[in-house]
């Protein structure tokens, strides 16, 4: 028998099943026309966003990575509740724009931006994200051709990262951003050129659970675009300071502490270097505003016993859910928080592990876990899976195609 990860706060029984944004799966199903189904709760959304608000400084802006989840409504309803998209694409352009966001609170962050990307973007009027030297100078030679003025920050490779994040992307030789010692002679040369200077953006780190290892990044960072903002003798409009705030996936995995965070945060705000204090700053978080709000709802298609073991086959699999499966990014795989959804009152009667329908011995969606007893027709929900679910998975593996998604 294994763990599985813990089942986030606000997913009750309602006559038996489970419920989200108050309806009965079964209705939520029918309503899409079919499993498998990605349900994300709006209400479950807009309340973390306003937690994280009463916890935040008001003077910090709240961006969302929209890689997380870029499902067309959520992104409509996103516009509304946070104040800015972080994008890393064209595509993700696109879907930023027509959600309604303003473009002016758009910036455009990625290791390999085309012409073309750059050339939208600077056509949008959205903030990019420089990553290299080579990128700042056709950034500007494509404002010069088209007459535009392009709004530029500058990414930075800090020399630290966030510790213990989940997935590394500071701290020494990275593909992302540019060496934190070449930062000043980079914002010199963009002052004379004919562009609008936007700031820094220093992400150190994703999937943080430690509310202390949060603000020591944060401390670094504020340190570091000070030093920037001296050597380059030049200001800091805007500074992008990352997020990495973490959610609980697996067994033992304990929520942030956003009380302790927020009063961190605000200490920080409260003793500014001088360099900064006209600075207005940024958190961009994607799966803290939008992963325990999304539930992945398979039906199963098959029950069956293999030398002593049970399985229950479903609809879905790693196709919809990579990271459930442990191959998104994990070293060790752990169970992901599941349940079965149309016996959600019911106490675990038996031990059973739970499979996607891939020809392929990868696709787990939970190993050996206890629970209740459960066959063809009942429907299997993972939790967790507002973020890094549907646009983050191979769709097209096997042949099977996407999962439909809902916002209710
Ligand atoms: C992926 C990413 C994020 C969002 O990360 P989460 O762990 O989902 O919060 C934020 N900023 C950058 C630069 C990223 O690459």
Not at 181 to 207: K, M, N
Not at 269 to 277: K, V
Not at 292 to 306: H, M, N
Not at 333 to 360: H, M, Q, S, W
Request: aromatic share 6%; hydrophobic share 40%; glycine share 12%.
């Amino acid at each position: 028998m294994k763990p599985v990860g813990p089942i986030p706060p606000g997913f009750a029984d309602q006559t038996g099943e489970l419920a989200i944004g108050g309806r009965p799966v079964s209705s939520l199903v029918s309503e899409a026309g079919a499993t498998p189904l990605f349900v994300y709760s709006a209400d479950m959304i807009a309340q973390r966003i306003s937690d994280l608000r009463e916890h935040l400084p008001a003077s910090i802006r709240l961006n969302y990575a929209i890689k997380a989840n870029s499902f067309a409504p959520l992104l409509n309803r996103m516009a509304a509740l946070v104040d800015g998209f972080d994008i890393a694409s064209r595509g993700e352009l696109e879907m930023a724009l027509a959600s309604g966001m303003k473009p002016s609170s758009i910036s455009f962050a990625g290791p390999g931006k085309g012409d073309d990307e750059l050339a939208a973007a600077i056509e949008a009027g959205v903030t990019i994200n420089l990553e290299s030297e080579h990128e700042a100078e056709r950034a500007l030679a494509i404002g010069r051709r088209g007459n535009l003025t392009p709004c530029l920050a500058i990414r930075v490779n800090p020399r630290f990262e966030l510790r213990g994040s989940g997935m590394k992307m500071g701290g020494g030789a990275k593909p992302f951003g540019i060496d934190a010692e070449r930062i000043p002679a980079l914002v010199r040369e963009l002052a004379t050129q004919d562009c609008e200077w936007r700031g820094l953006h220093i992400f150190t780190g994703s999937q943080s659970l430690d509310a202390q290892a949060v603000l020591e990044a944060q401390a670094n960072v504020l340190a570091l675009a000070d030093q920037i903002a001296r050597d380059s003798g030049i200001g800091i409009p805007l500074l992008n300071m990352g997020g990495g705030f973490g959610i609980p996936y697996f067994p033992g995995d304990k929520p942030l502490d956003l009380a302790r965070l927020g009063q961190g945060i605000s200490v920080g705000m409260q003793n500014l270097p001088s360099t900064l204090s006209d600075t207005e700053f940024h958190i961009e978080l994607g799966r803290y505003l939008v992963g325990e709000a999304g539930v992945y709802l398979t039906r199963i298609l098959d029950r069956k016993e293999s030398y002593g073991e049970t399985y229950l086959i479903t609809d879905g699999g790693l196709h919809h859910q990579l990271a459930a499966s442990g191959n998104f990014g994990t070293v060790v795989r752990r169970n992901y928080p599941v349940g079965i959804a149309t016996r959600f009152d019911k106490p675990a009667e038996e031990t059973v592990n739970i499979v996607g329908r891939l020809c392929t011995p990868l696709d787990r969606l939970a190993d050996k876990v206890r629970m209740p007893k459960a066959g063809v027709g009942d429907i299997v929900a993972v939790f967790c899976a507002g973020a890094y679910g549907a646009s983050a998975s191979p769709s097209a593996f096997l042949g099977h195609g996407p999962a439909a998604e809902i916002l209710v």
